[in-house]
Structures are given as structure tokens and as C-alpha cells.
């Protein structure tokens, strides 16, 4: 991905940075609708398609500080609309992906809030996937999964590796050809030091198809795949010296 942070917000930014496979909703990429948007929704559609366009504009159209301030925005937005629609697994998904994108902002003093957010984050997800056993398309797994392996262990977290390498693989058999859940496959096997699995699954992510009305998302996401790549490459190389 992007510029590399310290300790839990570098592994945070990643961690549902997800512009998840919600196909159908549509994205504005020039501007950010109002918090007032999010209130207006009538429907639970509503909602997570003025989620998903606040997310696409503050994850990746904003910089620095006031990138931490739209996405600290947006997580309160986030929870006002699943209090309105706690019974939609897709509302309480995108919750989960506005909070951990918050989350993975935060740095310096802020980790134990991170930390924090980031649990909260796990426990929407929890409760959506027993709402949706589905998965939401493959969006459920494929958070938890990065979530559990990107953030830090027992004491400080609940990262698990064993649950990531669950939940990735649930989403790619939902998604096997899904551009978020072969991304944070990647990732994770990238972390095991596989890197022949991990560039091919990067690579299939890369030549993942357009997703409906996810231009925004899809163009930031294959920035965040060439970068990993690239990466990977250095990894690599150093490993076989």
C-alpha cells in the first residue's frame, strides 16, 4: 500500500482499507456527500452507498491531517447508521471498514486506540457474518481475515494467523477471482515469506475485472497492489541473497 506507518497503524491502513466488492453501489469521485447524507438515508441501501462514497473520497483523496479527520468523521457516521439498521449485515460491514480505516490513520499515541477501533471493527464483523453466513459477497471473510492477521497478537490484539488463513480462504472460494479478497491473500501469505504464492495471488488481484460503479475504489486499489508488488519484489530478492 502506501507510505509505510509504525507498528499497528502500517498493518491498520491495510487492514480494511477495503473497498470491499459491494457491487451496485455507486461512487462519487470528485466529492465527498455530507454527514447529513448519511442521516437522510431511509433505506439501509441508502446508507452504505453514502458510506461507501464518504469512504472512496476520504481514503483516497485525502492527505495527512485532514485525511484523519474525514475518516474519524465518517466512523461516527458509521455507528449512527448502524444503530439505525442493526439488523443489515451490509450496514454493519461497512461500519466495520469505516472504523478500521479510521483505525489504521491513527499513529504515535493513538495505537491503543487503534487498537481499540480495531476490535470494535471485529465485533460488527462478527455480528454481520451471523446475519449473512454468505459472507456479504466474499466483503465478511475477507475483512475479518485481514483484520486477524494484520493486527497484533495477544496481549495487546487478537491477531490470529490460523483464523486469517480461515476467513481468506472462505472469501476466495466466494470470490476467487474478487480483486480484495486475492489483495489481502497476498498480504497474508506475503507475511508467511510464501512469495511465489503471494505474487500470484497479487497478480490475480491486478487483473481482477472492473467492479460496477467502484472506479474510485478499483484505482486506488490497484495502486496499493503494484506498491505490494513492488515490495514483494525487494523481499524476494533479499531472501535469495
Same mark, same amino acid.
Given at each position: 500500500?502506501?507510505?509505510?506507518?509504525?507498528?499497528?497503524?502500517?498493518?491498520?491502513?491495510?487492514?480494511?482499507?477495503?473497498?470491499?466488492?459491494?457491487?451496485?453501489?455507486?461512487?462519487?469521485?470528485?466529492?465527498?456527500?455530507?454527514?447529513?447524507?448519511?442521516?437522510?438515508?431511509?433505506?439501509?441501501?441508502?446508507?452504505?452507498?453514502?458510506?461507501?462514497?464518504?469512504?472512496?473520497?476520504?481514503?483516497?483523496?485525502?492527505?495527512?491531517?485532514?485525511?484523519?479527520?474525514?475518516?474519524?468523521? @465518517? %466512523?461516527?457516521? !458509521?455507528?449512527?447508521?448502524?444503530?439505525?439498521?442493526?439488523? *443489515? &449485515?451490509?450496514? #454493519?460491514?461497512? /461500519? +466495520?471498514?469505516? @472504523? %478500521?480505516?479510521? !483505525?489504521?490513520?491513527?499513529?504515535?499515541?493513538?495505537?491503543? *486506540? &487503534?487498537?481499540? #477501533?480495531?476490535? /470494535? +471493527?471485529?465485533?460488527?464483523?462478527?455480528? !454481520?457474518?451471523?446475519?449473512?453466513?454468505?459472507?456479504?459477497?466474499?466483503?465478511?471473510?475477507?475483512?475479518?481475515?485481514?483484520?486477524?492477521?494484520?493486527?497484533?497478537?495477544?496481549?495487546?490484539?487478537?491477531?490470529?494467523?490460523?483464523?486469517?488463513?480461515?476467513?481468506?480462504?472462505?472469501?476466495?472460494?466466494?470470490?476467487?477471482?474478487?480483486?480484495?479478497?486475492?489483495?489481502?491473500?497476498?498480504?497474508?501469505?506475503?507475511?508467511?515469506?510464501?512469495?511465489?504464492?503471494?505474487?500470484?495471488?497479487?497478480?490475480?488481484?491486478?487483473?481482477?475485472?472492473?467492479?460496477?460503479?467502484?472506479?474510485?475504489?478499483?484505482?486506488?486499489?490497484?495502486?496499493?497492489?503494484?506498491?505490494?508488488?513492488?515490495?514483494?519484489?525487494?523481499?524476494?530478492?533479499?531472501?535469495?541473497?
Amino acid at each position: 500500500m502506501p507510505t509505510k506507518r509504525h507498528a499497528i497503524g502500517a498493518s491498520l491502513v491495510v487492514a480494511l482499507c477495503l473497498g470491499l466488492s459491494t457491487a451496485g453501489h455507486a461512487e462519487n469521485s470528485t466529492a465527498s456527500p455530507t454527514a447529513a447524507a448519511v442521516a437522510a438515508a431511509t433505506t439501509p441501501e441508502q446508507a452504505v452507498r453514502t458510506l461507501q462514497q464518504q469512504w472512496a473520497v476520504a481514503n483516497y483523496q485525502r492527505q495527512g491531517k485532514e485525511r484523519v479527520k474525514a475518516l474519524e468523521a @465518517l %466512523a461516527e457516521q !458509521a455507528r449512527e447508521a448502524a444503530k439505525r439498521f442493526p439488523d *443489515r &449485515a451490509d450496514v #454493519l460491514t461497512w /461500519e +466495520a471498514i469505516c @472504523l %478500521a480505516t479510521y !483505525a489504521g490513520s491513527l499513529q504515535g499515541l493513538s495505537q491503543l *486506540r &487503534a487498537i481499540g #477501533l480495531a476490535k /470494535e +471493527a471485529r465485533d460488527r464483523l462478527l455480528e !454481520a457474518e451471523v446475519l449473512d453466513p454468505s459472507g456479504f459477497g466474499g466483503s465478511i471473510p475477507t475483512s475479518l481475515g485481514s483484520l486477524y492477521f494484520q493486527v497484533p497478537g495477544w496481549p495487546l490484539g487478537f491477531g490470529d494467523d490460523e483464523k486469517a488463513e480461515q476467513y481468506l480462504k472462505k472469501a476466495l472460494a466466494i470470490d476467487p477471482n474478487g480483486i480484495d479478497a486475492n489483495y489481502f491473500y497476498g498480504l497474508f501469505l506475503m507475511k508467511k515469506k510464501s512469495y511465489p504464492e503471494a505474487k500470484a495471488a497479487l497478480e490475480k488481484a491486478l487483473a481482477a475485472p472492473p467492479r460496477p460503479d467502484r472506479a474510485l475504489a478499483d484505482e486506488g486499489r490497484r495502486k496499493e497492489i503494484k506498491a505490494a508488488l513492488a515490495d514483494l519484489a525487494q523481499k524476494a530478492g533479499t531472501s535469495a541473497n
